[in-house]
């Protein structure tokens, strides 16, 4: 969103609404969902989701979706925000990373040979578990050769503030308490919401999408790899320092 007038939780909450009424319609190509299946790994067996006594055979709910969205203002228009969200995944956590452009020209291209990924800087806001900040930055590694490197500007909040962190269920319930507004959704922010998926989710319904299935403990759908790639976005969970 843009910068609000004030923190005043009315101010806030408009431009909120101001992102979603400029969102873009969903398109069901730049959509992904999925199903996870039965697994078995270390000598454990995981269920499927219609495994689930609860759940009816052949169901087709998704439990896996990625969505590539764009906002159409001046700001961000043909910039992709690639989002995903999913249960029985290898990790739990919740996370915001902003990958920078791939530079034009670069002048270090020899020096990161083949892998691309290190060729872009990218700050990520880590929201659970282990609440960080950290940017990912390419330098120099000491000494007389031009080789680079990619390192870690890291603030650990449970290092710097040693002190309990409150977690989101206290924090909005004294919010609550105080009379708080700003984390609290408002009802034209939750129609705007519903306005934008409302359309899509019929869609995915009258077709009957099937979701793609996805082994249970794994990192999704590998249509989600697809729908990345297709818009030059590298989800974050793939490497192996993350």
């Known amino acids: ?36 299946k039965g697994h078995s790994k270390g000598g454990r067996s995981h269920p499927a989701y219609i495994d689930d006594p609860t759940v009816p055979k052949g169901s087709l709910t998704p439990t896996f979706a990625a969505a590539a969205l764009f906002i159409g203002n001046a700001r961000w228009d043909g910039v992709p925000f690639l989002m995903k969200a999913g249960k029985a995944l290898h990790t739990k956590r919740a996370e915001i990373r902003v990958q920078f452009r791939h530079v034009p020209g670069n002048l270090y291209k020899r ?26 930055i390419n330098n120099k590694v000491p000494g007389l050769g031009m080789r680079l490197d990619r390192s870690d500007l890291n603030l650990l909040y449970s290092s710097r503030y040693p002190r309990e962190i409150p977690d989101a269920y206290e924090r909005l319930l004294l919010d609550a308490i105080e009379g708080e507004r700003r984390l609290f959704i408002r009802s034209d922010e939750l129609d705007a919401a519903w306005a934008l998926f409302t359309p899509l989710l019929k869609e995915i319904e009258n077709k009957k999408i099937a979701p793609e299935l996805y082994p249970y403990g794994s990192r999704g759908p590998v249509g989600a790899h697809y729908l990345a790639a297709r818009h030059n976005v590298r989800w974050g969970d793939l490497g192996g320092d993350d």
């Not at 806030?12 to 319609?25: A, G, H, T």
């Not at 040979?113 to 940017?135: C, F, H, M, S, W």
Request: no cysteine; charged share 30%.
């Open 111 to 136: 020096n990161f040979g083949t892998d691309l990924d290190k060729a872009t800087n990218e700050l990520v806001l880590r929201v659970q578990p282990d609440e960080a900040i950290y940017l990912k």
């Open 1 to 36: 969103m843009e910068p609000p007038v004030s923190l005043d939780a009315e101010d806030i909450r408009n431009e909120k609404v101001k992102v979603l009424r400029s969102m873009k319609p969903i398109l069901l190509e730049d959509v992904v969902v999925g199903q996870y």
